[in-house]
């Protein structure tokens, strides 16, 4: 996952956050192209944080950090004898090489004792959880599920500082606007939560506790829930479970509502009305023959959602119900969101997929994503930009070339598909 703000969490280098930061690709190949990330500061303003040097670039933060109240005892104290982190400059380098497939993907991120640890968790925490529930509507298996994908329930939260790691991906990167802001917000954080700056740990690019927020979601939607006088999200379950609540019911959550429902499509199915900003109402994906995949109707209701298709039309088909865009406030990945409501249905005892994505689905790495992108222009049917990055467009020249080709028109690089394309246009 890349570093889009308001995210409520970036990655932390945990076997999990080490999926979701893989997921970008994964992302970008479902959702949309790759937006250009908003933490990539012109470098005229990078320049200006950074200045002269790591100590310059630290008292222009400082600077900051005090027109936004935070004392210079706090500040002097987190930035004393401060250096750059090497191994994060190492981390923030690697670029994924693949995206993964929905299959690998769900593989890694529920496993059978996942869901397990989940239904004790629930059962364990039942009466906090329920509270919480009550008091902001989000369901407690959604709540343990984002705790168990986030940090797995608590057993990985991170071993950087979190002060140092922030600090220098705001002085050494090009993420400086973006970065530095989330350094004013650590800095506050240790001054409202009297914490020692050993005390915050987090991932390596600055995700904290059970929950793995950033520091700008720390502040804006921690909460204090166990009232001990301040948000402790590395150690207090009560303060875990209402913060995690309260950012999603301020990010819209409805109250007692799925996140998605796995459907089936009919035979004959026109697969290029699916993608993921063609939302219709249920009433009308039940007019074109679409059902629920334990086989029961859809509801007849003017309810918007869109319908995904992560691993094409062999695997199963997602109704991306009102809750999944939430979810995505939180990651901006579309298998990430699966994976939340899947867990979440299985935590509470529900089924696992009804439609397995096919086996044979692979990654599509840069390398391969380049060259079908390539053919698709040579037989005239892609102008965009040769990135190697599969989004909306690619997906439609791709779409565009199934018909051609009598293929079904999912807009997905199965084997079955790229080997007819290279056929094509050799
Ligand atoms: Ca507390």
Request: net charge positive; charged share 20%; glycine share 10%.
């Amino acid at each position: 996952m890349s570093d889009h703000a308001p995210r409520a969490a970036i990655p932390s280098r945990s076997a999990l956050a080490l999926l979701s930061l893989l997921a970008v690709a994964g992302c970008a190949a479902q959702a949309e192209s790759p937006t250009p990330s908003p933490t990539n500061s012109p470098p005229a303003a990078a320049a200006a944080i950074q200045g002269a040097d790591f100590g310059a670039c630290l008292a222009n933060i400082r600077r900051m950090a005090l027109a936004q109240g935070v004392s210079a005892a706090v500040a002097d104290n987190a930035f004393a004898g401060l250096t750059p982190d090497p191994k994060v400059l190492d981390l923030d380098g690697r670029q994924p090489e693949f995206s993964l497939t929905l299959g690998r993907y769900l593989g890694n991120a529920i496993s059978a004792e996942r869901i397990a640890k989940g239904r004790q968790m629930l059962a364990r925490h039942n009466t906090l959880l329920r509270a919480v529930e009550r008091d902001y509507g989000v369901q407690a298996e959604y709540l343990v599920s984002f705790w168990g994908l986030e940090s797995g329930y608590g057993s990985f939260v991170g071993d950087f500082s979190v002060v140092r790691s922030v600090a220098t991906l705001a002085c050494r990167t090009r993420r400086a606007g973006f970065f530095a802001g989330e350094t004013v917000q650590a800095l506050r954080i240790l001054g409202a939560n009297h914490l020692q700056p050993a005390q915050m740990k987090g991932s390596w690019a600055g995700a904290m506790g059970n929950t793995q927020f950033m520091p700008s979601t720390f502040t804006a939607h921690g909460v204090d829930r166990d009232g001990d006088g301040r948000v402790d999200l590395w150690n207090s379950l009560p303060d875990v479970f209402a913060s995690s609540a309260n950012f999603l019911s301020k990010v819209g959550w409805r109250r007692g509502q799925a996140s998605h429902e796995e459907v089936t499509l009919p035979q004959g199915f026109a697969y290029d009305k699916i993608d993921l900003n063609e939302e219709r109402t249920l009433r009308e994906w039940r007019g074109l023959g679409v059902r629920l995949a334990n086989g029961g109707a859809l509801p007849d209701s003017a309810e918007r959602a869109a319908i995904a298709l992560p691993a094409g039309h062999r695997g199963p088909a997602f109704l991306m119900l009102p809750n999944f865009k939430v979810v995505m406030t939180w990651n901006r990945s579309v298998l990430y969101a699966i994976s939340v409501g899947a867990l979440a249905r299985q935590i509470a005892g529900g089924p696992g997929l009804i439609r397995e994505p096919p086996a044979e689905d692979q990654p599509i790495g840069r390398e391969a994503a380049l060259d079908m992108q390539g053919r698709l222009q040579r037989l005239g049917l892609y102008g965009e930009e040769v990135d190697g990055m599969i989004g909306p467009k690619s997906r439609a020249s791709l779409r565009a070339f199934q018909i051609r080709a009598g293929l079904v028109a999912d807009g997905h690089p199965s084997a079955e598909t790229l080997g007819r394309l290279r056929a094509a246009s050799p």
